[in-house]
């Protein structure tokens, strides 16, 4: 089961880095078939455009990590107490603490898209074959 996880993660990461990593500037700057051009124009930069990826999300991630273990400390179970009482008392601390992670990921998610679109743009530009500014003189 770990290998297979591994596999899928890794198509995750092809796919997203190939696909996924120029769409939105694609999207609003050319005409046509997206994940096509995406596709042709990522050829030769995967690794290129798998460090702006993991530069993006995964500060914002190890983040999220963090603000869920420093919100999930609770005090300890009680001894004696039945598997579904944890369970509950684990509910009711999920409950408590729901707000303020969603809260602030709604905080956060329009700075992700922005440095997403942004970095997307600025890596299409950089791999396009056209010029990136035609002054007409």
């Known amino acids: ?22 769409a939105p500037a694609i999207a609003v700057g050319e005409t046509g078939p997206v994940l096509r051009r995406a596709w042709t124009l990522s050829a030769g930069n995967f690794w290129r455009l798998v460090g702006v990826l993991l530069a993006l999300f995964l500060p ?20 004696g107490t ?16 729901l707000p303020l992670t969603c809260g602030l990921s709604f905080f956060f998610s329009p700075l992700v898209i922005g440095l997403y679109c942004g970095a997307s743009v600025s890596a299409w530009r950089a791999v396009k074959d056209e010029p990136a500014v035609d002054i007409a003189v």
Do not use: N
Not at 1 to 22: K, Y
Not at 60 to 79: M, R
């Open 60 to 79: 914002v991630f190890l983040f999220s990590i963090l603000l869920e273990l420093g919100l999930g400390q609770k005090g300890a179970a009680p001894t």
């Open 1 to 22: 089961s770990a290998l297979m996880m591994l596999a899928l993660v890794a198509g995750t990461v092809l796919l997203a880095a190939r696909r996924l990593a120029l």
């Open 82 to 97: 039945t598997p579904s009482l944890v369970v509950i008392a684990a509910m009711m601390h999920a409950r408590q603490i």
